[in-house]
């Protein structure tokens, strides 16, 4: 199996001309990417979380939409409608598709629109088709849903139900810049406005080819079931943890490793993959009890809890 390693530098090299820093979060969209899944990204506005998306849209050449989430907004916004279309004197219902009819489609601060319209996406992302009225329409592959969300904590934001958050292979953590990067972003914006002009460097065939290599990354037996029981502590490890992951973080972290090898020039999976996507992986599939809450640990220090007993 032959190194992919320039193909993503390439994506990293053509990115850091519009994007400053932010090297994590990329390389994890694009693990999410590789596996065909979904990711949930979660920062304080303005880090760039939109504009990361939409760049990486354009370096691949996919149909991209935006859904800016507020209370207000309905399923059938995102879906799409049946609209009265005259013709010749007949009146007939033709269908409008909705933006979610994209390759990627980014949900803006998900965590603002309501319980019912999040819902609206469920079956796009899991199934990759909408229904609207009693017609079911496929979407056009790849597909993926990139949602942003401002942390729980802020006000007029609705959660996300476990049953959702689930669905997201990742949730991603965007942090803010460190002083150097944020005088280059600071430098870069106040200055001449350059027109970077992106270059294209893979498509949808390219893409659906790199998904397909994803699986076929090897990986030993040892490590395999090592990724097993890390899934299966979260739901022993009662001292920390009240609810632990499904099977589908147990998927999740063995693809997610192969697809991180993949992004790194590797051709097999190694501890340290496990390790790193573990993190993602599990942050949002895990519930803590009220010990750990009391004593201020997050989900990722009871990640790495999990990590420091499983060696």
């Known amino acids: 199996m032959k190194s992919y390693k320039h193909v993503f530098d390439a994506v990293f090299k053509e990115l850091e001309r519009v994007i400053v820093g932010q090297k994590d979060v990329v390389e994890q969209i694009l693990i999410a990417i590789l596996c065909d899944a979904n990711a949930l990204l979660e920062g304080y506005p303005g880090l760039a979380k939109t504009l990361t998306v939409r760049t990486l849209a354009d370096l691949m050449d996919l149909k ?73 329409f496929k979407l056009d592959l790849p597909f993926f849903v990139l949602a942003t969300q401002n942390p729980i904590e802020q006000e007029g934001t609705y959660p996300l139900p476990e049953a959702q958050a689930d669905r997201f292979l990742l949730k991603i953590k965007v942090g803010y810049p460190s002083f150097e990067e944020e005088t280059e972003i600071v430098n870069r914006y106040t200055t001449t406005l350059k027109d970077n002009k992106l270059k294209t460097l893979f498509n949808k065939n390219h893409l659906l080819t790199l998904q397909s290599l994803t699986r076929q990354v090897p990986i030993a037996n040892d490590i395999k079931q090592r990724a097993i029981k890390i899934i299966a502590a979260t739901r022993t490890n009662k001292d920390v943890i009240h609810y632990g992951a499904s099977p589908r973080a147990s998927i999740g972290i063995l693809l997610g490793a192969k697809a991180r090898a993949l992004v790194r020039g590797r051709n097999f999976v190694s501890n340290e993959d496990i390790n790193e996507i573990a993190y993602p992986i599990l942050r949002h599939r895990i519930i803590l009890n009220f010990e750990a809450e009391r004593k201020g640990m997050t989900t990722d220090d009871a990640v790495k809890h999990i990590l420091d007993k499983i060696k």
Do not use: H, W
């Open 64 to 136: 991209f939409s935006r859904i800016q989430n507020t209370p207000d907004l309905m399923p059938s916004d995102i879906t799409g409608t049946y609209i009265i279309e005259e013709t010749s004197g007949k009146r007939a219902f033709k269908f409008q598709p909705g933006p979610v009819f994209a390759n990627i489609v980014l949900a803006d601060e998900i965590n603002r629109a309501t319980p019912k319209t999040q819902s609206a996406l469920l079956e796009a992302m899991q199934e990759k088709q909408v229904t609207v009225g009693n017609n079911t």
